[in-house]
């Protein structure tokens, strides 16, 4: 039996948005029995999606052992879109303090070429240990190792400098590592 979806938030308007997006047929990009896939609102990259168990998961907390087949078929379902839109690069995985109730996965391109793109925070929350791999996420709620994440150390990790991703150059502003970006693109 499905359940649903939580629908509060510590910070208002986000958990709601998340799960009234789920209900929009025009944001589904495709969904099975225990999961929907939607285009993220605020795409950080040229491609961007979160995959959403339907059961009401809204924090790590509430996994254990017997999530693995879905966290599973959730990566699964992420490695398909990946395929589907080759050649370009992807990272599939999850932020280490979540911004919204209800577990999602991002499965995000690699360009990050988006007007979204804003801040230090949106950059360095996929772009260090902030963001965790899907492969990895899986192992540690197996181990049971996701319930020892300090999150003030990976808060911490928001405010890092800015640094590209491909070669480790840093940058004072966003619009000046975005211009960088777009060099890496042309080459």
């Known amino acids: 039996m499905t359940k649903r979806i939580a629908t509060k938030s510590k910070t208002p308007g986000l958990g709601p948005n998340l799960f009234q997006m789920t209900k929009n047929p025009d944001h589904i990009v495709r969904q099975s029995d225990s999961w929907v896939i939607i285009r993220d609102r605020f795409p950080k990259a040229m491609f961007h999606w ?4 339907k059961e009401s998961i809204p924090r790590w907390a509430n996994l254990n052992s017997m999530h693995i087949p879905l966290l599973r078929s959730m990566h699964e379902a992420a490695e398909q879109l990946v395929s589907e839109n080759e050649p370009h ?3 599939i995985g999850y932020h280490a303090v979540p911004s919204m109730l209800q577990l999602h996965m991002h499965v995000i391109s690699t360009d990050f070429c988006s007007p979204c793109l804003k801040t230090k925070k949106h950059w360095n929350s996929f772009t260090t ?10 192992k540690m709620v197996e181990n049971g190792t996701h319930l020892q994440l ?3 150390e990976y808060l911490e990790l928001l405010k890092s400098d800015l640094k590209c991703h491909l070669c480790q150059s840093c940058f004072k502003t966003m619009p ?4 960088h970006l777009e060099k890496h693109r042309n080459d």
Do not use: A, Y
């Not at 979160?50 to 168990?53: A, D, E, Q, T």
């Open 50 to 53: 979160l995959i959403l168990p």
């Open 89 to 91: 690069s992807f990272q």
């Open 129 to 138: 240990r902030f963001f965790i791999p899907s492969s990895k996420f899986i």
């Open 150 to 152: 300090d999150r003030i």
């Open 176 to 179: 000046n590592l975005k211009t």
